[in-house]
């Protein structure tokens, strides 16, 4: 007998404010604790040692988590020039110091505009990627270092903020896939004295920005109800899809797993909704076939 689960059918997408110290799927539980949700996921882990913004997504919003995993993000990140160390940040074992030269801010705004654009990046041994069933920070606490295939990433901007005492603070707007630690590594090697993570906050994902997070204490001193205003609606992510409006006859056949024929010249994925209810994902297909794909269901 499968085992109960415990909680409300909470539906709705919280942008976290992540504190250093704690890991994402622990600040996760903790959200999903305090608003007693019966469902929750996070999209897209931050380190312990990293901070901000989250995404958070509960009840139904789960089935949305793909698309903001496949959103760009913007991060703030600080890079420590002339220290390498085994795991890409201040956590690792430092494994070589080098004298960092004296760089005038133009060679670093060149430095950075040359990562602008799209190239293959090695990803870091200290990360999830799996070998062999493995995941490589498993292999790496053991001492074992494999060959990682490179991944095509695209860096949008890459802007100058800070310098001073061989730290560069920069801003970062890149794709799905990119691991910071290793665009740190890789800046340092170009800087020719190489280079690690010391701070790190993500401060967007897609169009949701930093400024519309919450902390956990901001959490903690809110009432239910105000905990559940908050939140963003389940079909905010997917603004970008065309919407299909259904009658309510056409409503049943999609929430039956049923395909349609509506006449409509739209092809790809849709947004269905009824009575402006948000009824979940389909497919136009040529000819005007609407195939529902991902259906939601938002009752309480």
Same mark, same amino acid.
Do not use: W
């Given at each position: 007998m499968a085992r109960a689960k415990f909680g409300c059918d909470i539906h709705g997408i919280l942008l976290l404010d992540k504190r250093l110290g704690v890991s994402s799927n622990r600040a996760l539980q903790e959200v999903k604790r305090l608003f007693n949700a019966k469902k929750a996921g996070h999209t897209g882990s931050l380190d312990?040692?990293?901070? %901000?913004?989250? +995404? @958070?997504?509960? *009840?139904?919003? /789960? !089935?949305?988590?793909?698309?903001?995993?496949?959103?760009?993000?913007?991060? $703030? @990140?600080? #890079? $420590?020039? %002339? @220290?390498? /160390?085994? /795991?890409g940040d201040a956590e690792g074992v430092v494994i070589q110091e080098k004298l960092v030269p004296e760089f005038t801010q133009g060679q670093l705004n060149n430095c950075l505009n040359d990562f602008v654009?799209?190239?293959e990046q090695v990803p870091p041994m200290y990360s999830a990627l799996k070998y062999n069933g493995k995941k490589l920070y498993e292999l790496a606490r053991e001492g074992k270092t494999v060959v990682r295939k490179p991944r095509l990433i695209t860096i949008y901007e890459l802007q100058f903020i800070d310098y001073q005492q061989n730290r560069l603070t920069v801003d970062v707007r890149c794709s799905k896939g990119t691991y910071i630690r290793s665009l740190a590594e890789d800046i340092g090697d170009v800087l020719g004295c190489g280079g690690s993570v010391t701070k790190l906050r993500r401060l967007a994902v897609g169009n949701f920005a930093i400024e519309q997070c919450y902390t956990i204490e901001q959490l903690q001193e809110m009432s239910g109800e105000q905990q559940r205003e908050i939140l963003? &609606? @389940?079909?905010?992510?997917? #603004?970008?899809?065309? #919407? #299909?409006?259904? /009658?309510?006859? $056409?409503a049943q056949v999609i929430r039956q797993g049923q395909s349609l024929q509506i006449d409509e010249s739209t092809e790809g994925m849709v947004r269905?909704?009824?009575? $402006?209810?948000?009824? %979940?994902? *389909?497919?136009?297909?040529? %000819? *005007? !076939?609407? &195939? +529902? !794909? !991902?259906?939601?269901?938002?009752?309480?």
């Open positions: 312990p040692q990293a901070s %901000g913004l989250l +995404p @958070v997504c509960l *009840g139904e919003a /789960t !089935k949305t988590s793909a698309y903001l995993l496949n959103e760009s993000k913007r991060y $703030q @990140v600080e #890079i $420590q020039l %002339g @220290v390498v /160390t085994d /795991t654009g799209s190239y963003i &609606a @389940v079909d905010e992510p997917l #603004i970008s899809m065309p #919407i #299909i409006n259904l /009658t309510e006859q $056409q269905i909704y009824s009575k $402006q209810v948000f009824l %979940g994902l *389909g497919e136009m297909i040529m %000819g *005007g !076939k609407l &195939a +529902p !794909k !991902k259906l939601y269901h938002l009752h309480s």
